[in-house]
């Protein structure tokens, strides 16, 4: 492979078909660090990082009035008294039934925070892959995906996956070209992170 491949295909994106290949292989790598911009188009359109948040509390909060009202509309149940002899002893999955019920309130407020966290995701998702096919400095683009990549984080947790594009977009894409150690931080304070690792 020519040096010029290895620029555009190893370090880039790939040629776009009405891109020359660099005359200067390694200038055109290296100079893409000085025109690199961490904003994205559409990037403006997102929900902001607290819109998200506010969408997440309030789902939190219909979450826990929904228990707590189905748990006070059950009627109080007695005891179970100890097993007689001979009697069966009750199962575990018979004694942990005691959870409160999921209601239609609960169904409800988790139906609402998915559509929400879908909607927010497939926005993210578009406006990142909007970005690399546009960019002009795909060497960068490159590094954060692998940054992206590298401090992912799962989508399968409801509450994290609307802050998921929001983390590359926040604590990635902005230091990407600086100190690693910025980024580390941003990433490991960043909400998608927190949620993601149980500790918000």
């Known amino acids: 492979m020519d040096k010029q491949a290895i620029a555009l295909n190893r370090f880039g994106l790939g040629r776009r078909p009405w891109e020359a290949p660099p005359a200067d292989p390694r200038g055109y790598l290296v100079g893409q660090f000085a025109r690199y911009t961490p904003t994205m188009p559409g990037g403006d359109g997102l929900a902001s990082h607290g819109a998200v948040a506010e969408d997440i509390l309030e789902y939190r909060a219909a979450i826990v009035n929904a228990m707590?009202?189905?748990?006070?509309?059950?009627?109080a149940t007695p005891?179970?008294?100890p097993p007689a002899a001979g009697q069966a002893i009750p199962s575990v999955a018979d004694a942990a039934s005691g959870k409160p019920p999921v209601t239609d309130?609960?169904?409800?407020?988790?139906?609402?925070?998915?559509?929400?966290?879908?909607?927010?995701?497939?926005?993210?998702v578009g406006v990142r892959v909007r970005s690399a096919v546009a960019t002009d400095?795909?060497?960068?683009?490159?590094?954060?995906?692998?940054?992206?990549?590298?401090?992912?984080?799962?989508?399968?947790?409801?509450?994290?996956?609307?802050?998921?594009?929001?983390?590359?977009?926040?604590?990635?894409?902005?230091h990407v070209t600086g100190k690693f150690e910025d980024m580390l931080i941003a990433v490991e304070q960043h909400p998608a992170m927190l949620l993601f690792l149980d500790q918000a």
Do not use: C, D
């Open 79 to 81: 005891a179970t008294p």
């Open 137 to 174: 400095t795909p060497f960068v683009e490159r590094l954060v995906h692998f940054w992206a990549n590298h401090f992912a984080v799962s989508v399968e947790k409801l509450e994290s996956t609307a802050f998921a594009g929001l983390m590359e977009f926040e604590a990635i894409r902005p």
């Open 68 to 75: 707590l009202e189905a748990k006070f509309a059950q009627p």
């Open 105 to 124: 309130a609960r169904k409800a407020a988790r139906v609402e925070m998915r559509q929400f966290a879908r909607a927010q995701y497939i926005a993210q």
